[in-house]
């Protein structure tokens, strides 16, 4: 009997493997061996092909390097500006829209939701076409008097950060509301209730209900943000590119991490070694913000 | 009074509501109108004289 038990599982095992060796090969040669490789490459010095092991000298070029200093300044801006504006505005979207009673809601939502299924790269150009010099955002607000000039949303950096900024916060606000509302969604109105009769006034009720009981998906919702703006690449990319060749705003203004690892790699003479420590970076910067945003917003008892 | 805020809360709630779903929305209206121009009329912005 025990043997047989024994044979069963070695069956079970044998076809098991079999089944999910297909997708532990690919997910191998696709993402373990590239990350593997990319750490060792971060440790090569040395100009395209021509590159040989160069200890921590990759690490000690970051510190020198006033470029990826800048690149790092204006991710780090991206971030802290960015993410919460958008992730505010969201959760306040979020909560307008929870109201079964809101007439065209499905309407509203629909229309807030558009703007993250549009394409990264058209709608960068989009915003560029509006926001150029004598685009329709600036005839707009000379005509409304709003501003008795153009904006230099191209030309000035910090016109060109807010720029890249309002692109990010219109494509993805609804992405994240939508989070938010399905979590809204999911707890129990007899709360609410409760919470009315017993005379908590509805700021009260957003803030020491609603909100701490959405903590799961804030965290969700502002790691994968922090993801998305420390590889921000897009946008930078395709909104800011000038005829002169720069990628990366007036004086840098807008040069993120991504672009410099871009620069690095296909612009500049090619430096793989040092822009995969740029990588690393990133890398560590994104598991470092997601363990301190994890503790931030731990689950108190 | 409680009828007031009421009116107030809804007011402002479709007001910001309405003002967010256009912002949304009006990239594409643009990409639709700049669309049915040539490069010529985008480049000069002739597509947004229309608008004005």
Known sequence: MASANRSLNRYFNINGWFFVAPAALLIGVFMVYPILYSLWMSFQTGKGMMTQFGGLANIRRLFDDPMFMLALYNTMIFFIVQVPIMLTLALFLASLLDNPNLKFRGLIRTAIFLPCVSSLVGYAVLFKSMFVQDGLINSTLVGLGISDHPIPWMTDPFWARVLIIIAITWRWTGYNMIFFLAALQNIDKSIYEASRIDGVPSWGRFFYLTVPMLKPVILFTTVTSTIGTLQLFDEVRNIMTSDAGSAAGPSNSALTLSVYIYNLTFKFVPSFGYAATVSYVIVLAVALLAVIQFYALREKD | ?52
């Open chain 2, 1 to 52: 009074m409680d009828r007031l805020t009421r009116t107030l809360s809804s007011v402002f709630t479709y007001t910001f509501l309405g003002i967010m779903a256009f912002l949304s929305i009006f990239p594409f209206i643009w990409m639709i109108l700049g669309a049915t121009n040539n490069s010529n009329d985008i480049v000069t912005a002739r597509s947004a004289s229309a608008v004005r």
